[in-house]
Structure formats: C-alpha cells, structure tokens
C-alpha cells in the first residue's frame, strides 16, 4: 500500500461502517486521520469499531443521512470531539428498486433519492461552512458508472448518481477560488453487500460491461478517495474520477 499523507487530518464517512466506508476508513486511518464513522446501523458500527481498533482516533456515531436534524446533530457532535472537519466522504447510499421504471413504487423511488441525494446535500451544507471558516477541506462524493451510462432496471439508483455527479460538479464550481475542493468517484460494480443483494442476472449484466471482467475492490476505491482527500489533489475539483475497470472511457 502506497503511504498517503493524511497525518492531523479529521474525515467524517458516511456509510463507514461496512463496505466501500469502511474501506476508505481503514486507509484513511492507516495514513494517520481521525475518522468519523457515520452509519445508521448501529451493530455495523461497533463491528467497525472492534475492527479498525485504533482508539482514540475513531468515532462512530449513528446517523440517518436522509434526516437533516440527525446530520447536524452528527456534525455538532463530531466537531465537539475531534474540534475540527478537514475532509467529508459522502458515501451512504442505497441500491433502490431493482425493476422496470414503471414497475417502481414512489415509495422506493423517494427513498433512494432522500438517501443518496438529500444525505449528500445535507452533509455538504453542514460541512461547507466550517470549512469556509477555516479555510481549507476537502469533499469526496460517491457516485456511479451508472449515473453516466444509466442501468435498467436500476433507474431511480442511476438518476440517484447522476444527479450527485452534478451537484459535485456545481459545488465545486461555487467553491473553486477557495482552498475546498469537491470531487466525486464513479465506480464500476464493486463486490460489496450491495452488489451481492442484486439478482444474479444483474449482477451478470454489470459483470458483461466491464472490460476487466472482474468487480472492482473496496480498497482500490478507497485508495482513490483518500488521494482526492489529501494536499496532493490540489488542482482538481469539480471533477468525476471514474474507477470501473475500463467500463467508463468519457
């Protein structure tokens, strides 16, 4: 693993406690931040906690990122305990429906968008602000492959990451004469618990449309996020940093 340098830094993750979070977690720690774990699930986050194990520079609170008062709570609590925000991982998210558009619910269809939009909004709003104030951070949203190219049977989870490719794209705009930077990640099919509940006929169809022909790792994504995250990524914001294996080539 290449050494990053993320020494004094404090990141907040969302969705940290299992998965691509807690990827990105184990690398950030590994090169020496402070982390935020960020999850509702509650077991999941004390199953981190034991795994990660590394003390005092690991918190885990519970949060429902469609909520905003629960965000902020979180915020409030985590600049309480480690006095700062440095970097924000937006990785919560859902899968949503998995069928025709016209099959979809608007039950399922508002949830996967109050998850993997309304969290991303929520989180960047509490964390710019402090930012802005101290004059420096950095923004890694996470978005998919399939928010450029579109999946069937997958709409409201493609329109979800396509409409978070965009906001990455005018927050960055917005904050790009300051020290903020605001990127997102675009991955293929990771081999996650996500991928792992779609049906096998999806999963072959995600498998078909990459060149590799294999799922990406969790920890090749989290060695992405934690490079946008660290000093080294200076001169890039506002931009989409595809990771799919060679499915994405615009």
Request: with cysteine; net charge neutral.
């Amino acid at each position: 693993m290449n050494k990053l340098d993320l020494r004094d830094r404090v990141a907040i993750v969302t969705g940290g406690a299992r998965g691509l979070g807690k990827a990105t977690a184990k690398r950030m720690l590994d090169s020496g931040a402070k982390v935020a774990l960020w999850d509702l699930n509650v077991n999941a986050l004390e199953s981190a906690t034991n795994d990660l194990d590394v003390g005092e520079r690991l918190l885990t609170i519970s949060v429902d990122v469609s909520d905003e008062a629960s965000v902020s709570k979180a915020f409030s609590r985590t600049l309480t305990h480690f006095g700062r925000v440095d970097i924000l991982v937006n990785n919560a998210g859902i899968g949503g429906p998995n069928k025709p558009l016209w099959e979809v619910d608007l039950a399922g269809w508002q949830q996967t968008f109050d998850i993997n939009v309304n969290g991303v909004f929520y989180c960047i709003r509490a964390a710019v602000p402090h930012m802005l104030a101290r004059g420096t951070g950095r923004i890694v949203n996470v978005a998919s492959v399939a928010g450029k190219e579109g999946n069937p049977n997958a709409s409201a989870y493609s329109a979800s990451k396509a409409a978070v490719i965009g906001l990455t794209k005018s927050v960055g705009k917005e904050l790009a004469k300051t020290s903020i930077t605001v990127n997102c990640v675009a991955p293929a099919a990771v081999n996650t618990d996500y991928m792992q509940s779609r049906t096998e006929a999806h999963k072959e169809y995600i498998l078909s449309k990459i060149p590799m022909a294999r799922f990406g790792r969790e920890d090749e994504i989290a060695a992405l996020i934690s490079w946008l995250s660290s000093d080294d990524a200076s001169f890039s914001t506002g931009a989409t940093f595809d990771v799919s294996g060679g499915r994405a080539t615009y």
